[in-house]
């Protein structure tokens, strides 16, 4: 599961940057509206799964290392 | 009706029982918000029409806007947590405003980035440094990332709860220059499209609904995001405590 969350964000993070080069790049930027609207909801979405992704990893760690600190002053005890 | 508000304010202040009733609240956040961004992006890329003035591009509204109003909203909620957690000394207001910064960044980041993304196809110009609009974005960012860094720098959380605090209510005074911006000064960005004198700027509601919808969706995540990080950051201050202890041995390592 967190290999495919990894590599959806790698393939979102590798689209991302082809359109905004693409935008860059464009000669006519009138011409291609779509390539900035994908930028721009691809990043968006980016952002919001990356910003999930935190605070799960976090919190994760965080009652881990409680309950290891916990864990060894209950056994020291 | 009171009585009931009354007893949930104090059940929810108290660090133990917002621990344990904040997954059901997340959860009914989380659902309808996803949902209702799904909904208003779909609608807003696929059915909505195309603008007379802007044509395809008025579609990077359905992400933009509700990226600059969170960024502001995060930085309000914020601030008030903050005030209320000096006034009344209320510890899980400060885990909240503590919680907000680093959603308030993202959503600042992402609102500066995709209206770049945006300037450039419609101004031609990634960025414009004299905007107002664009500035006073920029300088909430930096405001975002001051609030962190100071954070940060005090190990003591009282102390650096206090410092924080200050620093938030002194920035929020750059909100209204944010969301006035573009009628006190001369600027490129455009006015408002929704808090508009008269009415909507935008009249068809197969435009606007998808907006409105994408802006009540990301705001229920946002909440789901800020109820998130705040019950890890109870965690991290109650640490020690009977409760936490209990809680720790009692689900064998599912917090």
């Known amino acids: 599961m967190n290999k ?4 959806g964000f790698i393939a979102g993070i590798a689209f991302f940057v082809r359109q905004i080069v693409k935008a860059i790049y464009l000669e006519v ?3 291609s509206p779509w390539t900035y609207i994908s930028a721009c909801v691809i990043l968006t979405a980016l952002v919001v799964a990356f910003i999930e992704w935190h605070a799960r990893r976090h919190h994760r760690n965080i009652c881990r290392d409680i309950e290891v600190r916990v864990k ?3 056994e020291r005890l | 009706m009171w009585t009931f508000l009354k007893k949930l304010y104090h059940q929810l202040a108290s660090p133990p029982h917002f621990y344990r009733l904040s997954p059901t609240f997340i959860l009914w956040l989380a659902v309808p918000g996803y949902l209702l961004i799904l909904y208003g992006t779909i609608a807003g890329l696929v059915y909505a029409p195309v603008d007379i003035v802007q044509g395809e591009r008025f579609r990077m ?3 933009h806007v509700p990226a600059a109003y969170l960024s502001m909203m995060a930085y309000m909620i914020m601030a008030i947590a903050g005030g209320i957690g000096l006034i009344w000394r209320l510890k899980l207001a400060h885990a909240v405003a503590a919680s907000a910064a680093p959603i308030g960044m993202a959503f600042t980041f992402l609102a500066l980035a995709t209206g770049s993304i945006w300037g450039a196809s419609t101004w031609g110009t990634w960025w414009e440094w004299a905007d107002p609009r664009l500035m006073s974005e920029l300088v909430l960012l930096f405001l975002f990332i001051g609030y962190m860094a100071l954070r940060g720098a005090i190990d003591d959380t009282t102390r650096a709860d206090k410092a924080s605090a200050v620093l938030a209510m ?22 408002s499209t929704l808090l508009k004198e008269g009415g909507s700027g935008m009249q068809d509601t197969a435009q606007l609904y998808p907006l409105l919808a994408v802006i009540f969706g990301f705001t229920f995540a946002f909440g789901a995001m800020l109820l998130r990080r705040a019950r890890t950051e ?4 109650e640490r020690r405590t009977r409760w936490v202890k209990e809680l720790v041995l009692s689900n064998e ?3």
């Open chain 2, 170 to 191: 002194v920035g929020a005074v750059n909100i209204p220059i944010i969301h006035y911006s573009v009628e006190w000064w001369t600027s490129l960005h455009q006015g």
């Open chain 2, 253 to 255: 390592g599912d917090l």
């Open chain 1, 4 to 7: 495919a969350i990894l590599v």
């Open chain 2, 61 to 63: 509204i359905y992400v």
């Open chain 1, 72 to 74: 060894a002053v209950e």
């Open chain 1, 29 to 31: 930027p009138t011409e």
């Open chain 2, 234 to 237: 109870v965690l991290i201050r």
